[in-house]
Every structure is written in C-alpha cells, then in structure tokens.
C-alpha cells in the first residue's frame, strides 16, 4: 500500500495529516513550497489546481479535504471513522458538505472584506454569515459529535474550520465552538499531527 500526502504545513494540508493519524496507517510526506514547486508540470499532474493538499492512494488521487477525509473513512473503516446508523450517516453526510459549502463561502468572502447586502441573500447559497453561524453553533451544540455521540471523519474537517477560524478571527467566539473544539484538541491524532506539522514548519525556516 502507497499513501503519500502532498502538503504545506501552512495549508489545509494540517487537515489531512490530522484524518491520517486518526486512521494510522503509514504514509509518505511530500512538502511542496508555495510558488513554482506547486505549479510545476508533475504536480499539476497530481492536481491541476496546483494546490494542496493532494492525496495519492495506490495511485488514486484524492483532491479536497472534505473528499479526503471521506475517503480515508471509508478506505480504513477499522479506525471506526465513518458513520453507522442512518441517523449517523445523515448528519455526518450534511455537516461536512455544509462546512465544505456554505462554511467556506461564508468564511471566505467575510475575510476578504465581502459581505452579502439583505436584498441579495437569497442568490447566494450561503444566505449570509450570521445565517451560518447560527446553524453552525446549532449543530455542534445538538450532539457531543457533529454525527452524534461518535467521534467522526466529519469532526476533523468541521473541527478544524472552527479552530483555524477561531484562532484567526474567522468565525465567532462562541462558547458553543470553544466547547467543541476543546475536546478535539486533545485528541492524540491531533496532538501527533500538529508535533509533526510544527516540526516541518520550523525546518522550512
């Protein structure tokens, strides 16, 4: 078995090696710089996008970390990962394409200084950022889990958003985020994955 990650330690790449360690199998690391490395005919190969991260299993590339983290699930189900029951696998499959959409959007367009005027909220998936805050802190204030009582792929991409907004004034300060992610930031996986990611930052100076 192959698995090698593509990744910058100052991507979303973190994301990745986080759902990696939860699934503990073995993978190889290649550190791409930003600029021409992640531009460069070969990786473009990999992804055409020219960003990270990029997954490539036995050959199979996997793009996106909602997609990613979804696959790793599926791909190693002894790490108990991917949801079980229907009611599971309904909120897992619906928080992580909601962070993957409205989320991002939402988040993206506030950091870059765009915010949506009342009269056009309807034309934008999203609605408005106030609208996607609410349902976020609805949905991690509803079960201990984003998919119920059981730690899920769908918390590490969820968590991390939260995490990265929360740290870089993204999302709001809520008490219900901060609840949330505190018990995730404890997690072994992530305390691996953030050692490894720090230590590979500090050797790109």
Not at 183 to 201: F, G, K, Y
Request: negative net charge; proline residues 6%.
């Amino acid at each position: 078995m192959s698995l090698v990650l593509y990744t910058n330690p100052m991507s979303r790449g973190r994301i990745v090696r986080w759902m990696l360690e939860e699934v503990a199998a073995p993978y190889e690391v290649q550190s791409l710089p930003f600029g021409e490395a992640m531009k460069s005919a070969s990786y473009l190969a990999i992804n055409p996008m020219g960003k990270v991260p990029a997954l490539v299993h036995n050959g199979t590339v996997i793009t996106e970390c909602a997609a990613i983290c979804a696959y790793l699930a599926e791909t190693f189900p002894q790490a108990g990962l991917h949801p079980q029951a229907d009611a599971e696998r309904g909120a897992y499959y619906r928080w992580m394409f909601f962070a993957a959409g409205p989320l991002e959007a939402a988040v993206s367009n506030r950091s870059l200084g765009f915010d949506v005027t009342p009269d056009k909220q309807r034309t934008v998936g999203y609605g408005s950022y106030e609208a996607v805050m609410d349902t976020l802190e609805m949905a991690v204030s509803t079960t201990p889990f984003i998919a119920g009582e059981r730690f899920t792929a769908a918390d590490v991409y969820i968590g991390s958003h939260i995490m990265w907004g929360l740290q870089f004034g993204t999302v709001e300060k809520r008490p219900a985020f901060e609840s949330y992610v505190a018990q995730l930031t404890q997690r072994p996986a992530h305390l691996r994955a953030t050692e490894l990611d720090d230590a590979l930052l500090a050797t790109r100076g």
